[in-house]
């Protein structure tokens, strides 16, 4: 096996390593036997940060690690144990919401959290995550509020009946919690600021489902789950491993993908660059194998190697610091037609976030000031002294 990203430090040359798929014990075990007492105590917490920390305690307890000795094995997995207790809580509710939602009739998806555990990890416990997302119709909006209301649970913003209207239709997302469990309520996949034209309308014509604990969840189809990471990550500029990790995972965990038709749904949205950007991401650190068609069209497009070194410098070296302009200018570099980059531009900086309306809730009709109240908080906050 090749080292992972050689121009990596030693110590995330080690996380990737033990955090791939099919590790490669010898390699694995010659890397951390050149890491210090203080390193080994940082690769734990480095993973943490990075939210492999699961993946990471699972293979430094193969007998096959002779590089670490048993006490420390056992420190790491007594700290992973309480992972595994949140995970297991936060499926447990999972079922019980989806269940919930099924007797009164409501359709609904769930996506990523112990979902994209279970597909792509293969386990509940080995992906880290802090809320459950779930895709609804936005009919049900209302039912739904009501029903978790009823169950115990809160919104994280109580909003007034004159702006309810605006809120839904300028918001995709809205959360509510109940003791440590956060479940996020979206209405659209993605919000309007992503400039993408993706409506939720396409998702329920075919979907795909996963079996937790022996229930059958219903989940987006393979394509638009991948898709949807590859966004995800690439509005995050993949600041963290777990979400290279994912695609990584995903691709892994299908023996049938139709590439061209992938490739094709990606370029309709006009995100055909975002995924091949995740998919580089995937080969380089995770060397992820892909077939030549994926990599003809990757080698088509200069921008993607661009950005893969503008990826791993601004997030895994000390060569640069993401500041609020470059990460925009990137995430411009990320869109591949010039009428989505406008429209980035000009959602970017005048379509209403959650933010603005927990700054302030306008009355219907004076919903119309929004565009002018979003630049004045971004200029706030981004050249506040």
């Avoid at 056992?74 to 007797?103: G, P, V």
């Avoid at 995800?232 to 600041?239: I, L, P, W």
Wanted: charged share 25%; glycine share 2%.
């Amino acid at each position: 096996m090749k080292p992972p990203v050689s121009e990596l430090s030693p110590l995330y040359q080690t996380m990737i390593a033990a955090t791939r798929q099919d590790v490669d014990h010898t390699v694995l075990n010659r890397l951390l036997l050149t890491l210090s007492d203080d390193e080994l105590a940082h690769l734990s917490q480095l993973a943490q940060r990075h939210a492999l920390y699961a993946v990471l305690v699972q293979t430094l307890q193969s007998p096959k690690i002779t590089a670490i000795e048993t006490g420390r094995k056992r420190d790491l997995k007594a700290k992973a144990f309480h992972l595994l207790q949140y995970n297991i809580a936060m499926s447990a509710e999972l079922l019980r919401i989806m269940a919930l939602f099924d007797t009164h009739k409501i359709r609904a998806l769930a996506f990523k959290g112990p979902v994209l555990s279970q597909f792509a990890y293969g386990d509940i416990s080995l992906r880290q995550y802090g809320d459950l997302d779930i895709l609804i119709e936005k009919e049900s909006l209302t039912k739904v509020i009501t029903l978790m209301r009823e169950h115990g649970y809160d919104l994280e913003i109580e909003l007034s009946k004159e702006s309810l209207d605006t809120f839904y239709s300028c918001v995709n997302v809205i959360g509510l919690h109940k003791g440590p469990i956060r479940i996020e309520i979206h209405w659209e996949l993605l919000s309007a600021n992503y400039a993408i034209d993706w409506k939720s309308t396409t998702l329920w014509k075919q979907h795909g489902s996963v079996s937790i604990n022996h229930r059958s969840i219903p989940t987006l189809a393979f394509d638009d789950h991948l898709i949807y990471l590859a966004i995800h990550g690439s509005k995050h500029m993949f600041e963290r491993l777990e979400w290279i990790s994912d695609i990584d995972r995903v691709i892994r965990s299908q023996h049938d993908i139709n590439w061209r038709r992938l490739s094709a749904k990606a370029e309709a949205l006009g995100v055909k660059r975002m995924l091949l950007l995740s998919l580089a991401l995937a080969q380089r650190f995770f060397q992820l194998e892909l077939p030549l068609s994926v990599h003809q069209e990757i080698d088509k497009d200069p921008m993607i190697i661009l950005l893969v070194r503008k990826v791993i410098r601004l997030h895994y070296t000390d060569q640069d610091k993401s500041d609020t302009w470059r990460t925009f200018f990137i995430l411009w570099q990320m869109r591949e037609r010039a009428s989505d980059r406008l429209s980035f531009l000009y959602k970017a900086l005048f379509s209403p976030k959650f933010d603005d309306f927990k700054f302030i809730q306008l009355p219907k009709r004076l919903a119309f000031l929004y565009p002018i109240i979003r630049p004045y908080r971004l200029v706030m906050k981004n050249f506040r002294a």
